[in-house]
C-alpha cells in the first residue's frame, strides 16, 4: 500500500542504543512523517556530522552515557548553525527541565508519551521551517527593494516617497519635472512647497487626512509650480508603501497635459486587472486583493472567506467537447458564477480566474456566511446548463475554503488550507464543499475524519478498493513477469483516491490489517487466474505493520492460497525496513510462517535506516527495495552511486536479490545496471495500470 512521501526531517539521534534510535525514527515514521536519519556514535563524528551535513533537529538522550547530554548542547550550540536540540527523557522534574534549557535545548520529549513527543519534534521543526522561511523572506525582500529601487530610478514616471509630508525618495524623472539637479535639493522638503499657493490648504487637509489613515483619492488634480516658481496642472496618484522600514506614500506626479485621454488610460488599467477569457480578475490582481484582506485580518480581527472552485471531471468534459471549446466552456463558468452570486458582487465580493481551470471567491464575512456562500455556488453550479458550440450539459463542482480570521492571517495559509479543501471534495466524490474553520478545526476535523472511516469500511464490505499493477523490470536478463500491486480506494465519480488520503486514518482506527486482508486476497485470485491462463505472474504486496503482529495473517494467508490453487513463490510480501527493525521478533516469526507456503518477503525502503546491514544479520528477505532517496538525480550525485552500489552489493552477499524503485530515466538505468542492481521500477520504464500487459520479453 503506497503511502507517499512528504518532505523528510533530516534527524541527528543521539542514543547509547542503536534500537532506542531506530524506535524514535519508527514513532515519527508511524505518523505520517518523513525522516533522513542519522546517529552519531562519538562526540567527534557528532561535531563533523554538524559541520559538514545538513541537519534539521537533534534528539539526544538526556540519560546517554557514550555522550554525555550536556556535550551535545554545547557542540549544538557551538556549530554556529540554527539546529533545535530536544531532550529525550523518561520523566521530567523541575531540577531537570532547568538544567536542560539551562544546556540550551529548546524542547524535550518524553519516551512514555507519544502525543507529547510527536507535538515538540514536529512544534520545533515547524519552528524552524518558519524561521528558515523568514529569512528567505527577507533575503527575497532586500533584492525585491533593490530591484524596486533599480526600476523607479530607471523610470520615465515622475515618482516620490514621502513621509509625514516630506520627501524621503525621488526619481531623476520627478526631479526634472520640478526642475532640480539632484535628491540633496529637495531631500526632507515638504511636498507642500511644490503646490501652488490657491491649493496649499486643500492639499493640507489631505495630508492631514492620509497621516490618520484615511485612503488616498485615485486621482488628485492640483496646481503644482518648479523650482523657477513656473506653474503647471497636475494630477497625483497615492499609494501606500514603505521605504527603509517607515510607512510612507509613494507618490506620482505628472503634467496634466501628458494625460491626453484619461478615460482611455483608466480602461487600460482595468483591461491589465482582467482575464482575457472570462473577464474575471485575472491572479495577480486577486492576489493582491487577497493579501490585503489577510492583512486586514491580522491587524484589524477582520473576518473574509476564500472559495476556491474547480469543475468536476473537467479533463474528461474538455475531451468530448473539444480543445476549440475550452474558451466558451470557461466562460460560461464565469457567467454561472457571476449570476449565482450577483447581489455578492454588488457588496464588495470578488471572483478571479484563478487557474487554467479553477476560480476563486473572496467575500467578506463570518464562518456561516462562507459556508452559505460555498452552498449556494455549489448548487447553483449543479443546476446550470452549460452550453458550448452547440452543445449543452451540466457539470458539478469541488470546492474548498477557508475562513480567513487573526488565527490564519497568511496568504499561503490560507491557499493550503482551500486548496486542500478541494482536493478533499473532488476525492470524496465530487459535488460538494469544504470549507476550514480555525476556530472549529477540532469539529471540522473529526467530521472529516469519520466520514473516511466510514467510507473506509464501506469498502471493504462492498468492494470498493482496486488494484493496480506496475511491472518491474530484470536487469540482468530474467523475462518472467513480476508486478507491484498499488491499492487504490474508487470515487463515486469513478475516480480512484490514493492510499496517502485515507491509510493514516485507517491506521489510527485499527482497520489497516483488514485492508491487508483486501489486499493479499485478490492479489492471490490474480495471481491463480493467470496461472489458468497459462500466464504465470509474480506479485509484490504491501502489508502493513498490523500483518506483521498478526498471528492469523499467515493462516488466512495458507487458506487463500489453497482455495484458489495458487503458488506462494508467487507472492511476495513487503514490509518497511524500519517496522521490521522494532518488530524483529515478530518479523522472523512472520518470515518463518509464510516462508513454510514459498511465500518471499521484501524488505523495502532499505538504506533508509540507521543500520540496514545489521538488520540483514537478523532477518533476511527474498528482496530488498532500496530507499527512493538515493535513486533522486541518481546520474548526478556520485555520493548516491555509491550507496547503491554498497547496498546492491551487500544484498548480493547475502543472496538476496535487489530492487530499484523510482527509477526517473535511461542514464539510471545504466548506473542501476554498472552498481549490479537486479531489477527496476518506475514511471520511466511504465506506468501503473489496471491491467497487467507489460512485455517482459522486449
Known amino acids: 500500500m503506497a503511502t507517499g512521501k512528504d518532505t523528510a526531517l533530516r534527524l541527528l539521534l543521539v542514543a547509547d542504543l542503536v534500537n532506542e534510535a531506530e524506535a524514535m525514527v519508527s514513532r515519527l515514521r508511524n505518523a505520517g512523517t518523513a525522516v533522513r536519519p542519522l546517529r552519531a556514535e562519538s562526540l567527534d563524528e557528532l561535531v563533523s556530522i554538524l559541520a559538514q551535513q545538513p541537519v534539521d533537529m537533534v534528539l539526544a538522550d538526556y540519560t546517554a552515557v557514550v555522550i554525555p547530554f550536556d556535550h551535545v548542547a554545547k557542540a549544538v550550540m557551538g556549530c554556529g548553525k540554527d539546529v533545535p536540540l530536544l531532550a529525550v527523557l523518561d520523566g521530567i522534574t523541575d531540577d531537570i527541565l532547568e538544567n536542560v534549557q539551562g544546556l540550551g535545548a529548546q524542547a524535550v520529549a518524553l519516551h512514555s508519551r507519544n502525543q507529547q513527543f510527536l507535538k515538540n519534534v514536529l512544534t520545533e521543526w515547524n519552528d524552524l521551517e518558519a524561521r528558515r522561511s523568514q529569512r528567505r523572506l527577507e533575503a527575497q525582500m532586500r533584492e525585491t527593494q533593490r530591484r524596486c529601487d533599480m526600476l523607479i530610478d530607471s523610470s520615465r514616471e515622475p515618482i516620490a516617497y514621502i513621509h509625514e509630508g516630506m520627501h524621503i525618495r525621488a526619481n531623476q524623472a520627478y526631479l526634472d519635472m520640478f526642475g532640480y539637479e539632484s535628491f540633496d535639493d529637495i531631500e526632507g522638503m515638504s511636498?507642500?512647497?511644490l503646490v501652488a499657493t490657491p491649493d496649499v490648504e486643500a492639499f493640507k487637509a489631505l495630508l492631514k487626512r492620509l497621516s490618520k489613515g484615511e485612503d488616498p483619492p485615485p486621482r488628485y488634480e492640483l496646481t503644482a509650480h518648479d523650482s523657477n516658481g513656473e506653474e503647471f496642472p497636475a494630477v497625483m496618484e497615492f499609494v501606500a508603501a514603505e521605504y527603509q522600514g517607515e510607512h510612507c506614500q509613494q507618490i506620482i506626479f505628472r503634467h496634466q497635459a501628458t494625460e491626453s485621454d484619461p478615460e482611455l488610460v483608466q480602461e487600460l488599467e482595468e483591461l491589465r486587472k482582467r482575464d482575457q477569457t472570462t473577464g474575471l480578475l485575472n491572479r495577480p490582481t486577486f492576489l493582491r486583493k487577497l493579501?490585503?484582506?489577510?492583512?486586514?485580518?491580522?491587524?484589524?480581527?477582520?473576518?473574509?472567506?476564500?472559495l476556491l472552485l474547480e469543475p468536476d471531471n473537467y479533463q474528461r468534459i474538455l475531451h468530448e467537447i473539444g480543445l476549440s471549446g475550452a474558451d466558451a466552456l470557461l466562460v460560461a463558468i464565469a457567467k454561472c458564477m457571476n449570476d449565482a452570486l450577483a447581489a455578492e458582487l454588488a457588496n464588495g465580493a470578488q471572483i478571479a480566474r484563478f487557474s487554467e481551470n479553477s476560480f476563486a471567491v473572496l467575500t467578506r464575512g463570518d464562518y456561516q456566511i462562507t459556508t452559505a456562500l460555498a452552498e449556494q455556488l455549489r448548487a447553483a453550479f449543479a443546476a446550470y446548463v452549460f452550453e458550448v458550440d452547440g452543445k449543452s450539459g451540466s457539470l458539478t463542482a469541488s470546492i474548498g475554503g477557508v475562513q480567513i480570521g487573526e488565527k490564519i492571517a497568511s496568504v499561503s495559509q490560507v491557499l493550503a488550507k482551500a486548496s486542500h479543501g478541494i482536493q478533499s471534495s473532488s476525492s470524496m466524490g465530487g459535488n460538494r464543499a469544504e470549507i476550514f474553520d480555525p476556530g472549529a478545526v477540532d469539529r471540522a476535523e473529526e467530521e472529516r475524519i469519520q466520514a473516511w472511516v466510514l467510507r473506509i469500511k464501506d469498502a471493504l464490505l462492498n468492494d470498493h478498493f482496486a488494484l493496480i499493477y506496475q511491472p518491474i523490470i530484470s536487469l540482468l536478463g530474467s523475462p518472467s513477469p513480476m508486478y507491484e500491486t498499488y491499492l487504490r480506494l474508487e470515487g463515486n465519480s469513478?475516480?480512484?483516491?490514493?492510499?496517502?488520503?485515507?491509510?493514516?486514518?485507517?491506521?489510527?482506527?485499527?482497520?489497516?490489517?483488514?485492508?491487508?486482508?483486501?489486499?493479499?486476497?485478490?492479489?492471490?485470485?490474480s495471481i491463480a487466474a493467470r496461472a489458468r491462463a497459462g500466464k504465470p505472474v509474480t506479485l509484490l504486496v504491501k502489508i502493513s505493520q498490523a500483518s506483521l503482529l498478526d498471528e492469523a495473517m499467515p493462516v488466512f494467508i495458507a487458506e487463500q492460497l489453497a482455495e484458489h490453487n495458487a503458488s506462494g513463490a508467487s507472492l511476495l510480501l513487503q514490509v518497511p525496513e524500519s517496522k521490521v527493525f522494532i518488530n524483529l521478533r515478530a518479523a522472523q516469526v512472520f518470515a518463518a510462517a509464510v516462508g513454510k507456503l514459498d511465500c518471499k518477503m521484501v524488505l523495502e525502503q532499505f538504506g533508509a535506516g540507521l543500520d540496514s546491514f545489521q538488520l540483514l544479520a537478523h532477518f533476511v528477505p527474498g528482496f530488498v527495495k532500496i530507499d527512493r532517496s538515493f535513486i533522486d538525480e541518481l546520474p548526478k550525485n556520485s555520493a548516491n552511486q555509491q550507496r547503491v552500489r554498497e547496498l546492491a552489493q551487500k544484498a548480493r552477499e547475502h543472496h538476496i536479490q535487489s530492487i530499484a524503485e523510482f527509477v526517473q530515466d535511461a542514464a539510471s538505468m545504466s548506473v542501476l545496471f554498472s552498481c549490479g542492481v537486479d531489477y527496476a521500477e518506475g514511471d520511466f520504464l511504465a506506468m501503473a495500470g489496471p491491467d497487467m500487459n507489460y512485455d517482459f520479453d522486449n
Open 191 to 193: 511636498l507642500l512647497d
Open 291 to 306: 493579501e490585503d484582506a489577510v492583512v486586514d485580518a491580522g491587524q484589524n480581527q477582520a473576518q473574509y472567506g476564500l
Open 494 to 525: 469513478g475516480e480512484s483516491v490514493a492510499p496517502k488520503h485515507f491509510l493514516p486514518i485507517a491506521e489510527e482506527h485499527g482497520l489497516l490489517g483488514q485492508i491487508d486482508r483486501w489486499v493479499i486476497l485478490n492479489a492471490i485470485k
